[in-house]
């Protein structure tokens, strides 16, 4: 017991051994999904560039109504043409985003009004401002509008193109090389001899990596042999930043990978207090760091998300922030208090979070059914009604 980590320290431990990336390039706007931005992007421009129209309807200025009179319409502004100055005690035809003319203040509704003699009669007093967006209210010229930093998604990729950006300064992407071993495992696609299982957490791994966006090397599967661990490993280590493997590094296990790094490299192996996970392997292999997850496929999947994703994500250049969670009532109970922190495979339903039934860090389905954990705390019981706190894991997806 006393040679576990806690959770925290475990954390804290890796993340302080993570060197954000420096080199910078420059992208097209439409390829940089998922990159993140290595300088700020700042606005040259207003958006919007003039005061304009948010509705379809009728440019005047509010103090001209008069309950019950008719205005005559004295132009028609399209969006995307400049009108001229509003003619005194008249109104304007004006369509959603078009800039209002000079000398008008406020936009009616055409459901507002009615059609009159010699113009329109508009049914409600308008009042200055009315339904119209102003010129810089979301952005001003010279704003920065995205930081450093920041992790290009599709809303950030808008504001990009909304300030006319065609090329964003970016990191480079972060390479990442992965590679298994474990002589039970079969590729999908062969046949499974009695005793042997398939590769699942290749999929997994590959899938969550493709969404953060970094460069995958698929070094694919590796005999359980010293001299093909250490030949894959000094060339994952040579072509990538970051190696990832699974499996393996349980403490005293005779394991080809563990000692392939102490051998190229160095290698800490932690035992951190947390289930399902506890072996966590951080080391430095030439410039390249390791990061060795369990071999259980759920393992692997809560460990990769708690630790290798917020890691990857400050070696991409992206800061970090704790994973999203709020407090939720139980509806389930959880009768022992245990030695170490669990996250637990749940669902948020309306009568509060649920468990699976199974929760051995075998059990890839309870992932599969699961839209987040619940994280009990060492020492801890639950009962129905009792709060505790779900992550959900839509966010790691990302
Ligand atoms: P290990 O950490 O190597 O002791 O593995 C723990 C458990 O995870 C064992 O039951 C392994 O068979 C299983 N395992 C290891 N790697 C994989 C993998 N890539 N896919 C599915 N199961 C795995
Ligand atoms: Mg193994």
């Known amino acids: 017991m006393s040679d576990m980590l806690s959770f925290d320290d475990a954390l804290q431990r890796l993340m302080q051994a993570a060197r954000p990336l420096v080199e910078i390039e420059s992208v097209p706007a439409d390829a940089a999904l998922g990159r993140v931005l290595a300088e700020p ?20 200025l509010a103090a001209d109504w008069q309950a019950g009179a008719c205005l005559p319409v004295s132009q028609r502004i399209p969006a995307g043409s400049l009108g ?10 004006i369509f959603t985003g078009a800039p209002l003319p000079l000398g008008a203040d406020a936009v009616v509704m055409q459901e507002d009004t009615e059609t009159g003699a010699g113009g329109i009669r508009i049914n409600r007093p308008p009042r ?3 339904h119209v967006r102003h ?12 930081a450093q930093g920041t992790r290009l998604g599709p809303a950030q990729l808008g504001v990009a193109a909304a300030v006319g950006s065609t090329r964003l ?37 590959l899938a969550l990596l493709t969404r953060l966006g970094v460069q995958i090397l698929d070094l694919g599967q590796v005999p359980d042999r010293a001299e093909a661990t250490v ?39 932690w035992k951190v207090a947390m289930k399902p996970g506890k072996p966590l392997a951080y080391g430095q292999v030439g410039d390249a760091d390791f990061l ?16 290798a994703r917020p890691f990857l994500l400050a070696r ?54 699961a839209d987040g954990l619940v994280d009990i705390p060492i020492g801890t019981t639950v009962r129905p009604g009792d709060t505790v706190r779900f992550l959900p894991l839509g966010e790691w997806l990302q």
Do not use: K
């Not at 606005?43 to 379809?56: F, I, Q, T, Y």
């Not at 298994?180 to 999929?203: C, K, Q, V």
């Not at 109970?333 to 509060?352: H, I, Y």
């Open 128 to 130: 200055p401002g009315d």
């Open 292 to 307: 060795g997850l369990p071999g259980n496929p759920v393992s692997a999947f809560v460990v990769y998300t708690l630790f």
């Open 41 to 60: 992007v700042v606005s040259g421009v207003h958006v919007p560039p003039l005061d304009n129209a948010a509705m379809d309807g009728y440019a005047l």
């Open 316 to 369: 991409m250049g992206a800061p970090t922030s704790p994973p999203l969670s709020f407090q939720v009532p139980a509806d389930f109970t959880w009768p022992r208090p245990g030695s170490r922190r669990e996250f637990l495979r749940a669902r948020l339903e309306a009568g509060g979070v649920t468990l699976y039934a199974n929760q051995s860090s075998g059990v890839l389905t309870s992932l599969a059914w």
């Open 169 to 205: 300064p970016v990191y480079r992407r972060l390479r990442v090389a992965v590679f298994f071993t474990g002589d039970e495992l079969i590729p999908p696609g062969e046949p499974l001899p009695l005793g042997r299982i398939y590769n699942s957490n290749r999929a997994t791994l």
């Open 84 to 93: 001229d100055p509003l003619q005194a005690g008249t109104v304007a035809r």
């Open 231 to 269: 030949s894959t490993l000094e060339q994952a280590a040579r072509e990538a930043d970051v190696v990832i493997t699974t499996g393996g590094v349980s403490v005293g296990e005779e394991d080809h990978v563990r000692a392939a790094v102490q051998r190229l490299g160095r290698l800490d192996l």
């Open 135 to 146: 010129r810089g209210e979301d952005i001003r010229a010279g704003q920065a509008v995205l």
